[in-house]
Every structure is written in structure tokens, then in C-alpha cells.
């Protein structure tokens, strides 16, 4: 799947942020929402998207992260 077919920006929608296309749907919500343990389904009938909008999400996401280095604290033994 192209997450770029689902996912889209305009500055006159969120601010520009990163949106399920033809909605008000942040892709930062619906990450948000994956990461405190929601199921794809409880998400996309929660925001009345499809279950492969959630999964654009993602790869937006996964996308990102190849760009962008955090870093995290060592784990200590």
C-alpha cells in the first residue's frame, strides 16, 4: 500500500499537519490512539475511517522514522 494516497497536508486543514485524506483525522491521533492499545478496527469505526487508513498511518510513520534518529538512553543492566 502508498500511505500517500491515504494521507494528505494542507494549511488550511489541521494546521498542515498530516491528515487521513478528505478528513480532519490526524495521523498523529490515530498513532496515538495504536500506541495506547486500540485495535485498528476500534479505530476506524471510532473516526469513521478504514481499517487501511489506520494502516497508512503507520507507514507514515515508519517512514518518518527512517529520516529521524532519537536518542535513547542506554539500557542499564
Known amino acids: 500500500m502508498d500511505w500517500r494516497s491515504r494521507i494528505s497536508t494542507s494549511p488550511n ?5 498530516p491528515c487521513i485524506r478528505g ?3 490526524m495521523v ?3 498513532l496515538d490512539n495504536l500506541a495506547g492499545g486500540e485495535s485498528v478496527e476500534a479505530i476506524a469505526k471510532s473516526y469513521q475511517i478504514t ?3 489506520v494502516r497508512a498511518s503507520l507507514l507514515y510513520a515508519a517512514e518518518l522514522a ?3 534518529v532519537i536518542s535513547l538512553p542506554a539500557d542499564v543492566a
Not at 13 to 17: A, D, P, R, S, Y
Open 28 to 30: 498523529s491521533v490515530v
Open 23 to 25: 478528513t480532519r483525522v
Open 13 to 17: 486543514v489541521c494546521h498542515g499537519k
Open 51 to 53: 481499517p487501511e487508513d
Open 66 to 68: 527512517k529520516d529521524r
